[in-house]
């Protein structure tokens, strides 16, 4: 509301309150039309986007059980971004008939039209994957005329449905973790404008379906098949060589795997849609990117470009063999705001991630 003093005897004529009245009146009209445009603008953006999770058709007839409707294949990833301990489900769904286009680095090229869905959800116990299910989210990228838009949606708390949350929001969530102990957390959804900080490199485009990470076996009704293959055999995807000769980026977690493999494909996962040569932190000199070849890009004795307190008073991104002099391994194991690295999606330190990035940098020669 606008408050203007009127000074007294302005309007020789009219009395103080007279003054008073008729500019209340007129602000308040103002303040009406401003509000109004206000209404049927976010009525217009609102418009843009569907209501509720369910009206995409993702799923059957109960949404909750996140089973998968006719013609939309679930995907697994070798190596999944790291999100506060939360547990994911991914979805997408093509245009009847179409099919994307395979490419050899980056995301495929998919169909305008297509929908790629990730479910967000905490179990009861990290150690029982029966327990009871909390789902807290789900994220839509929806490939239109204009190009990819992200599109946020919150569970409701009976869990039959999520609703459009194109201002975000904060979720309380807790689990019993792999330790035993009850952890809790702020889970934090991206409003509308967030998805653009991560999903933008020169244009906005997915960032998980990418051949390198898509390429493993999954369990299928019909048994085990890798996964580019199946896609390839259900008119899915055109264009994929043989499986055998796509890169494979290793499961960070496998410990039966070179520790360099899975240091790398962490790294690629979790910070290099920023720190790539296409990257927004592209001017950092940092590239986190698989295909990066350069120790020097990778960090090994490189000084930062404009880290601030995120140094933690650390010289270089990477000292080998000394992780507790490494900025790398600083921003990892900080959660202070400004400083926790990747800045954005995570406000808890991986733990299992933190070890294996120490691991790496501490076998260097």
């Known amino acids: 509301m606008l408050v203007v003093a009127i000074q007294p005897g302005c309007d020789g004529n009219k009395t103080k309150d007279e003054h008073g009245t008729k500019f209340s009146a007129a602000v308040n009209s103002m303040d009406q039309a401003g509000n109004s445009e206000r209404l049927v603008e976010r009525r217009s953006r609102l418009s843009q986007f569907k209501p509720r999770l369910s009206d995409y058709g993702l799923f059957r007839s109960s949404i909750s059980d996140l089973q998968p409707a006719e013609g939309v294949v679930e995907y697994e990833l070798n190596t999944p971004l790291f999100t506060d301990y939360a547990q994911k489900q991914r979805l997408i769904k093509l245009p009847p008939g179409l099919s ?193 070849t350069n120790p020097y890009h990778l960090g090994y004795f490189k000084t930062p470009v404009a880290a601030g307190k995120g140094t933690g008073g650390r010289l270089y991104g990477i000292v080998p063999g000394k992780p507790q002099e490494s900025i790398l391994e600083y921003r990892m194991q900080t959660s202070k705001p400004g400083e926790i690295m990747p800045e954005f999606g995570k406000s808890l330190v991986h733990d299992e991630g933190l070890a294996l990035i120490r691991r790496w940098i501490a076998s260097m020669q």
């Open 100 to 292: 994307a286009n395979y490419t050899a680095q980056g995301p495929f090229d998919f169909p305008v039209g297509t929908i790629i869905a990730k479910t967000f959800y905490y179990r009861a116990d990290l150690n029982d994957p029966t327990s009871k299910r909390h789902l807290v989210e789900t994220r839509i990228l929806e490939h239109r005329d204009s190009g990819w838009v992200g599109i946020p949606y919150v569970w409701n708390e009976d869990q039959a449905d999520a609703d459009l949350a194109i201002a975000g929001a904060t979720i309380e969530v807790s689990w019993k973790h792999t330790d035993g102990e009850t952890r809790t957390n702020s889970h934090s959804v991206p409003n509308l404008n967030d998805c653009k900080r991560c999903h933008t490199s020169l244009v906005m485009e997915p960032i998980g379906p990418k051949a390198n990470n898509l390429n493993r076996d999954v369990r299928y009704e019909h048994g085990d098949q890798n996964q580019l293959a199946h896609w390839s055999q259900i008119g899915f995807l055109s264009g994929a060589p043989e499986p055998a000769k796509i890169p494979r980026l290793a499961v960070w977690n496998d410990e039966s795997a070179e520790i360099g493999a899975r240091a790398r494909a962490y790294l690629e996962v979790n910070c290099a849609h920023c720190h790539s040569p296409n990257g927004p932190a592209r001017n950092s000199g940092l590239h986190l990117n698989v295909e990066e």
